[in-house]
């Protein structure tokens, strides 16, 4: 496979910012689901095409460039940039400014790379990272970098379009919301079908907005280049597929084996691995092992949040087993259940009181904060809409990450391109992964 070339490089406005409701620069206040993640990598996610041979692709990049204009429109936070305001007290506060300064499009040629090249391998090409823009950047650094920047790469027979998103800004599940609204307008509507909310929520007349916290760039500087934080970044990273009918049987075992049917299928399909993981590395069985998962806070809320929210509402959280527990006959379902217990406790007095306290002593995700040697730690959601993402050539044909905040322990699950299938895109030395593709317990339930 042939490396990338940047054909060109475009800053994209939304054409009506001074019309309207946008007449001003719109500040946006933050709440902690959002500023957890400041010292965190962005957020990247693509996906693949086939286009037909007869495709122009030159009148298909000018396109997307005016579809994406046209959709920014509906979505002002993403022209804009992350202000970082210092206080007397030495503390901060941080912001969204929707002013306008623009989104990155970059238009990429791969010239000797085929669709088939990132769609049938085991492990994850190399190439696929060089897919995505602004790799290497931090949340933070949205106060001059671009919120949301588009990579559109040309491929033999197809193309990839990389999107890479500041994570304060926006969830996964804002993200697919925003991406689905773009494929709408790119196939001629005038505007999205589900608008987007953007104001933020604040408990009332609990928190200061904005919230201020001590957060030191320097310091997040020196953190960054620290080589302890960046060790293992970029592991192998190998896909693992899951039909609707097998994971069906994966979530009936493990309801058996606990005498429930409370039991969901990620919660059984996440213990699956997490077993087969730790059986690889031959730990002992006293030893404590943790797998982390991230919830969902729209429908927990009291009130719920409107579904179409956006920013984050999401916090990460973890289940603790000793590796003889989660190995021993009957594993499954037992620490399935454990899982299912420690999600169910997120209640809505729970997040609120969470984020009261996050108010008080705040607390930052890193890379190295959330997947060591003894955890794990799963993103993304196969319940949103990928697949759908019609840009008018056709249905998407995979999906993929890019390498921003990859480290061993790093699981991303996706739908697959199959009704009701799953994909697991795992991060893990070599050895580990050639261990799990070779367990008759893990490996019957997964499809090549």
């Not at 429908?299 to 003889?324: H, S, W």
Request: hydrophobic share 35%.
């Amino acid at each position: 496979m042939s490396s990338v070339q940047v054909i060109s490089t475009t800053t994209i406005y939304a054409p009506n910012h001074n019309l309207g409701n946008n007449s001003t620069d719109q500040e946006i206040d933050l709440t902690p689901w959002d500023l957890q993640f400041l010292p965190f990598g962005v957020n990247q996610k693509g996906l693949l095409y086939h286009h037909p041979k007869e495709l122009n692709t030159s009148n298909q990049i000018h396109h997307l460039k005016h579809s994406l204009s046209t959709t920014l429109d509906f979505f002002p936070p993403f022209t804009g940039r992350l202000k970082i305001t210092e206080h007397r007290d030495n503390t901060i506060s941080c912001s969204i400014t929707c002013n306008n300064e623009g989104a990155l499009f970059l238009h990429a040629i791969a010239k000797n790379t085929s669709v088939a090249d990132i769609l049938e391998p085991t492990y994850l090409p190399p190439i696929l990272h060089s897919f995505f823009p602004l790799n290497g950047v931090k949340n933070y650094q949205g106060t001059s970098q671009p919120l949301l920047a588009v990579q559109v790469t040309e491929l033999l027979d197809g193309i990839f379009i990389g999107f890479t998103i500041n994570h304060v800004v926006v969830d996964g599940k804002s993200i697919w919301h925003f991406v689905n609204s773009w494929a709408e307008i790119s196939k001629g509507c005038l505007k999205t079908s589900k608008l987007p909310t953007f104001e933020r929520w604040f408990p009332n007349n609990i928190i200061q907005r904005p919230i201020r916290f001590p957060f030191t760039i320097e310091q997040q500087n020196n953190n960054s280049n620290n080589k302890g934080e960046d060790q293992n970044l970029n592991p192998p990273e190998r896909l693992f597929h899951f039909t609707k009918e097998n994971i069906a049987k994966l979530k009936l075992k493990a309801n058996i084996e606990v005498g429930t049917k409370k039991l969901s299928s990620l919660q059984a399909l996440f213990t699956h691995i997490w077993r087969s993981i730790i059986r690889s590395k031959l730990l002992e069985p006293q030893e404590e092992v943790k797998y982390m998962v991230v919830i969902g806070i729209r429908p927990r809320l009291v009130p719920a949040l409107q579904e179409d929210y956006f920013g984050n509402a999401m916090i990460i959280c973890g289940v603790t087993m000793k590796v003889g527990e989660l190995l021993e006959e009957g594993g499954l379902g037992k620490s399935a259940w454990e899982m299912n217990k420690m999600i169910a406790l997120h209640s809505d007095e729970k997040l609120k009181k969470h984020y009261e306290t996050w108010s008080k002593t705040p607390t930052f995700i890193t890379p190295g904060s959330v997947a060591n040697s003894n955890t794990l730690v799963t993103s993304s959601s196969p319940w949103f809409d990928v697949y759908g993402n019609d840009f008018g050539w056709g249905k998407p044909v995979g999906v993929r990450s890019g390498g921003a905040n990859k480290k061993n322990g790093k699981i991303s699950v996706f739908a697959g391109v199959e009704e009701g299938s799953m994909d697991l895109e795992v991060c893990l030395p070599y050895e580990i992964l050639e261990a799990i593709g070779n367990d008759p317990e893990f490996m019957a339930f997964v499809s090549i």
